[in-house]
């Protein structure tokens, strides 16, 4: 091989050394890239992976407050179903009230005064104001259970008053006999349903919407007294008024809670603690002659009760 061969040869061996070197760094470059490529495409995934994560949580974050929202929305068309249910059944039920009732400066002149009458002078046999203001009869129609009605002026509480043997029933019975919160207005069981017990016990529900005995709680303010002083019960025997004497907050165990008094000393004491036991001094005298009616119902939180005490005038 000439001189020359030689020198073409080493320089294709040289070229090729050259190439071979020239690519083991072309083919090592590619492989650190392809690990970077790798290391992007995974952390890409990752980074896919935790936004569908915080889309999914996002999302039933979302689903959530929706389903919260509608069953509280439920709730409350549900609750305003039921107090408007009530409230127009017993808006019905007005109808049946014919007459504005008779305040005490209003009787009669001639008529018996239990205040002014002479000692040993008994009361006519009549009730001093006939019961023609409420159509007890139609009302009965509706409820057998039904014995009169019972009305503050001025105020919401206008419901016919119901007397039966459950406590509970009437709890959550509208007066006719729908299932509903509102309940109804209603005499203790234990108690006459003419009202002839010396202390009768009246029961309604302190509700929301200012319903039924919802307004006894601005009794505890000495100003709403002065404006609304008695309480109208009509029952068979004749249209009845009763002057509030007291008014407090009491619990379950209270002695305003007790009955079957006869006109004794104990039925003097009981009297002289209700009257003691009120908020503010009305200045309305109570004695063993006197029978009592007391309104209950329960305070905003349902922990005590609301109770006024009222005397019988006519």
């Not at 007005?94 to 005064?113: R, S």
């Not at 009730?127 to 503050?152: F, Q």
């Not at 009592?292 to 939180?301: E, I, K, R, Y």
């Given at each position: 091989?000439?001189?020359?061969?030689?020198?073409?040869?080493?320089?294709?061996?040289?070229?090729?050394?050259?190439?071979?070197?020239?690519?083991?760094?072309?083919?090592?470059?590619?492989?650190?890239?392809?690990?970077?490529?790798?290391?992007?495409?995974?952390?890409?995934?990752?980074?896919?992976?935790?936004?569908?994560?915080?889309?999914?949580?996002?999302?039933?974050?979302?689903?959530?407050?929706?389903?919260?929202?509608?069953?509280?929305?439920?709730?409350?068309?549900?609750?305003?179903?039921?107090?408007?249910?009530?409230?127009?059944?017993?808006?019905?039920?007005?109808?049946?009230?014919?007459?504005?009732?008779?305040?005490?400066?209003?009787?009669?002149?001639?008529?018996?005064?239990?205040?002014?009458?002479?000692?040993?002078?008994?009361?006519?046999?009549?009730?001093?104001?006939?019961?023609?203001?409420?159509?007890?009869d139609a009302l009965r129609k509706?409820?057998?259970?039904?014995?009169?009605?019972?009305?503050?002026?001025?105020?919401?509480?206008?419901?016919?008053?119901?007397?039966?043997?459950?406590?509970?029933?009437?709890?959550?019975?509208?007066?006719?006999?729908?299932?509903?919160?509102?309940?109804?207005?209603?005499?203790?069981?234990?108690?006459?349903?003419?009202?002839?017990?010396?202390?009768?016990?009246?029961?309604?529900?302190?509700?929301?919407?200012?319903?039924?005995?919802a307004d006894l709680k601005n009794?505890?303010?000495?100003?709403?007294?002065?404006?609304?002083?008695?309480?109208?019960?009509?029952?068979?025997?004749?249209?009845?008024?009763?002057?509030?004497?007291?008014?407090?907050?009491?619990?379950?165990?209270?002695?305003?809670?007790?009955?079957?008094?006869?006109?004794?000393?104990?039925?003097?004491?009981?009297?002289?603690?209700?009257?003691?036991?009120?908020?503010?001094?009305?200045?309305?005298?109570?004695?063993?002659?006197?029978?009592?009616?007391?309104?209950?119902?329960?305070?905003?939180?349902?922990?005590?009760?609301?109770?006024?005490?009222?005397?019988?005038?006519?």
């Amino acid at each position: 091989m000439s001189t020359q061969d030689q020198r073409r040869t080493g320089k294709k061996r040289s070229a090729g050394q050259t190439t071979r070197k020239g690519n083991g760094r072309s083919a090592g470059s590619s492989r650190q890239g392809d690990r970077i490529s790798s290391r992007s495409r995974r952390r890409s995934r990752e980074a896919q992976k935790k936004r569908q994560i915080r889309f999914l949580i996002a999302g039933l974050a979302v689903g959530l407050l929706i389903c919260l929202l509608a069953f509280s929305l439920y709730k409350l068309v549900s609750i305003f179903l039921v107090y408007n249910s009530a409230d127009r059944e017993y808006d019905n039920l007005k109808q049946y009230v014919l007459e504005e009732p008779i305040t005490p400066d209003q009787l009669p002149a001639g008529d018996f005064d239990p205040d002014t009458a002479e000692e040993g002078e008994e009361a006519p046999a009549q009730p001093l104001v006939p019961m023609t203001r409420i159509d007890l009869d139609a009302l009965r129609k509706i409820n057998s259970e039904a014995v009169g009605w019972i009305e503050i002026p001025d105020t919401v509480i206008s419901y016919p008053l119901l007397h039966t043997g459950d406590n509970s029933y009437y709890l959550s019975h509208t007066f006719e006999k729908e299932k509903n919160r509102n309940g109804s207005i209603f005499i203790e069981s234990s108690n006459k349903d003419d009202l002839s017990d010396l202390h009768t016990i009246i029961y309604g529900h302190n509700m929301k919407s200012g319903s039924m005995f919802a307004d006894l709680k601005n009794y505890l303010k000495k100003d709403y007294w002065k404006e609304h002083p008695y309480v109208y019960i009509d029952l068979a025997d004749g249209a009845h008024c009763y002057e509030i004497f007291s008014f407090h907050e009491a619990d379950v165990s209270d002695i305003s809670y007790t009955i079957g008094y006869r006109a004794d000393d104990v039925y003097a004491d009981f009297l002289s603690q209700l009257s003691s036991s009120s908020l503010y001094d009305t200045g309305v005298s109570v004695g063993t002659e006197d029978a009592v009616v007391t309104l209950s119902t329960c305070t905003n939180d349902g922990k005590k009760r609301i109770v006024v005490h009222a005397k019988k005038i006519y």
